[in-house]
């Protein structure tokens, strides 16, 4: 009887810290669960603030977009990495607690300074795989907010819009990951090569990149 008891308030505990009290997020996620998405969320907001060099925040940056993209695009064995990344610095705090109040709580339900103290507690551990880790989790989010286009205009790395000549090549090979029937150019589209001359620093940036007009 003990037994089952314990048996069931450690399932009840499971079931409230891994799956309640999450709030619903902007839009749906395919590739992540609600859970996810307010970590990585929660972890942007401390590693990317609003208020510093640049602007645009980790939150502005929509990361979990970003991170569903890439596991979309990423073998099974890599998203299942992600996922335990993920899993890991989220309840990390049950067995790393970080300091003050609640600090056994969630990582994305604890307030600004206490996950910015966890993160740091992850970055300068003693244990190699702590320090791992928050390389892992760090490499992924700076990933996205650097293809974020306000932070890469930001930064003078935005891609400059090229008129790119179509050439004979262009009749034979299709995009990458397309198909052949998607050429769909013939001899008719040929254009003029180009004549060399350097992009200014201050033209057209790339679609996606360019500043929104108001």
Not at 16 to 39: C, M, N, Q, T
Not at 123 to 135: G, K, M, N, Y
Not at 164 to 189: F, H, M, N, V
Request: net charge positive.
């Amino acid at each position: 009887m003990t037994t089952a008891i314990i048996g069931t308030l450690v399932l009840a505990f499971a079931v409230s810290r891994l799956a309640i009290g999450y709030p619903d997020p902007r839009r749906k996620h395919r590739g992540l669960w609600r859970g996810e998405v307010a970590f990585i969320s929660s972890a942007a907001e401390a590693m990317y603030p609003a208020g510093g060099p640049i602007p645009s925040s980790g939150l502005d940056a929509d990361l979990p977009a970003y991170l569903e993209r890439l596991m979309a695009a990423s073998r099974p064995h890599t998203r299942i990495l992600l996922h335990l990344l993920f899993f890991l610095v989220e309840h990390g705090t049950l067995v790393f607690p970080t300091n003050g109040r609640g600090g056994m709580r969630r990582f994305s339900s604890q307030d600004v300074e206490q996950r910015v103290a966890a993160l740091d507690s992850w970055a300068e551990s003693r244990l190699f795989f702590r320090r791992v880790v928050f390389t892992s989790l760090r490499a992924v989010l700076t990933m996205g907010y650097f293809a974020h286009p306000p932070v890469v205009r930001r930064l003078g790395l935005a891609p400059l819009a090229i008129e790119s000549p179509i050439c004979e090549a262009d009749l034979l090979y299709p995009r990458i990951g397309e198909r052949l029937e998607s050429i769909g150019k013939t001899a008719a589209d040929l254009t003029a090569p180009s004549e060399g001359i350097p992009l200014p620093q201050d033209g057209p940036l790339y679609p996606g990149f360019a500043e929104p007009r108001t």
